[in-house]
Each structure stands twice: as structure tokens, then as C-alpha cells.
């Protein structure tokens, strides 16, 4: 119940095109949703994140699509760069108080130009 | 302002040895978490440090592994008697309280021979 399963492991994408990453979890308890991208050598930075309340976020070239009934969510990358290319990892929290992130296992990117 | 740092960068230490890991938070942020992102896996939860306190150790995998915080700020993890098993990178992160958004240092690799 506390996993959070990402897939696909790894993508390849042509310049311009949108990248789909999706991940699913099972614990209902989870309210807080972030996607963080990580560049070798690089420690995780926040991308995006979202709360169950809301079925969609966007920000720039990168949109959250969250469905609640379903127990998954979606990071879309509209208009892919060779920049994006990085690993792209789903997170979940569990209500509490503080924010103790379950991560997905990662999504390799890499946008081909 | 500066992020979050940790050192050293890169350690390489013999099986059986005690290493120690150090952390320097964003100044001003009070919760304080380590993570381990284990080859071509996601990231998973070590603990979580709310000032110095840290009431939540679940994470831990042995009783090898211990941390602490001192005055608010710096945190150390350390490894007693190192297994080869323990190789990973250490990744520290910090946040404004205990629910908000988590900011990631570069990580420690360390590798255990």
C-alpha cells in the first residue's frame, strides 16, 4: 500500500513531441503529488506537484493530470527538449503533517533532436 | 540563496569501516529529511528531522545506521561497520516546515569495497 509504481522505466522522444509519464498508487491516505527531475550527478529538483483536489496543474510545458477514482496521475512534457532529457521521478505523501515522500522507482527521458 | 549541501561529494570506504555523512540545510528551514537512491532505483525515505527531534526513523534499515541534528541546522547520518550493500547515494533534503516542498542537496556516492 505504500508503493508508487511509474512506468514506463524509460522513454524516447523526438524534439517537439510529448512525453507521458504515468504512475499509480493504492494508498488513499496520499495528498500531496510532486514530480521531481533529476540530471546526473544532480540531486532531485521539484518540477511540479498537486493535491487531490484538483484534476489537472499546469506550469509552462509541463501539466499534472490527477484522477482520484483511478488512484493515478500523469506528467505530461508538451513540446520535449533535448534539455528535458533527465530522470523524471513521481512522489506521493501521506497525510500527517509532513511531507515523508514514497517515490516512484523513475523514468529515464531522453529527447532525441 | 545557497542550497542544500552535503559532503563529502564522493567517499570510498572499506567494508567494516564508519563513515559519516554530512548535511547543511537551507538556512531557516526546520524539517530536515534523508533519503538513498540505491543504482537505476528511486529514491527511499531514511528519516525525517523536525528541528532537532526526529519522530520519524522508520526508514532506517539497520540498527548500523543512526542520525542526528544539532542547533536546528546541520544533520549527520552515519554507518557503522559499512557493508557493501550500504553503497548508494545519500541524499539530504530540506524544507521550509514539515509540509512543504523538500529541496535536494547533490547527494553523497558512497561506495563500499
Known amino acids: 500500500q505504500q508503493q508508487v509504481k511509474q512506468s514506463p522505466q524509460s522513454l524516447i522522444v523526438q524534439k517537439g513531441g510529448i512525453s507521458i509519464i504515468n504512475c499509480a498508487y493504492e494508498?488513499?491516505?496520499?495528498?500531496?503529488f510532486p514530480w521531481y527531475q533529476q540530471f546526473p550527478g544532480k540531486g532531485p529538483a521539484l518540477l511540479i506537484a498537486?493535491?487531490?483536489?484538483?484534476s489537472e496543474k499546469k506550469e509552462g510545458r509541463f501539466t499534472i493530470s490527477f484522477n482520484k477514482s483511478a488512484k493515478q496521475f500523469s506528467l505530461h512534457i508538451m513540446d520535449s527538449q533535448p534539455g528535458d532529457s533527465a530522470t523524471y521521478f513521481c512522489?506521493?505523501?501521506?497525510?500527517?503533517?509532513?511531507?515523508?515522500?514514497?517515490f516512484g522507482a523513475g523514468t529515464r527521458l531522453a529527447v532525441h533532436p | 540563496g545557497a542550497g542544500v549541501s552535503q559532503s563529502p561529494s564522493n567517499k570510498v570506504t572499506e567494508k567494516g569501516k564508519d563513515v559519516e555523512l554530512r548535511c547543511d540545510p537551507i538556512?531557516?528551514?526546520?524539517?530536515l529529511y534523508w533519503y538513498r537512491q540505491s543504482l537505476g532505483q528511486g529514491l527511499e525515505f531514511l528519516i525525517y528531522?523536525?528541528?532537532?527531534?526526529?519522530?520519524?526513523k522508520s526508514g532506517l534499515p539497520s540498527d548500523r545506521f543512526s542520525a542526528e541534528r544539532t542547533g536546528g541546522s546541520v544533520s549527520t547520518l552515519t554507518i557503522q561497520r559499512t557493508q557493501q550493500e550500504d553503497s548508494a547515494v545519500y541524499l539530504c533534503?530540506?524544507?521550509?516546515?514539515?509540509?512543504?516542498?523538500?529541496?535536494f542537496g547533490p547527494g553523497t556516492r558512497l561506495t563500499v569495497t
Open positions: 533534503a530540506s524544507s521550509q516546515g514539515p509540509s512543504y516542498e523538500q529541496y
Open positions: 494508498n488513499t491516505a496520499f495528498d500531496y
Open positions: 498537486i493535491r487531490p483536489d484538483v
Open positions: 512522489a506521493a505523501a501521506l497525510s500527517g503533517g509532513y511531507n515523508k515522500l514514497i
Open positions: 538556512s531557516g528551514h526546520t524539517a
Open positions: 528531522f523536525q528541528g532537532n527531534s526526529a519522530p520519524d
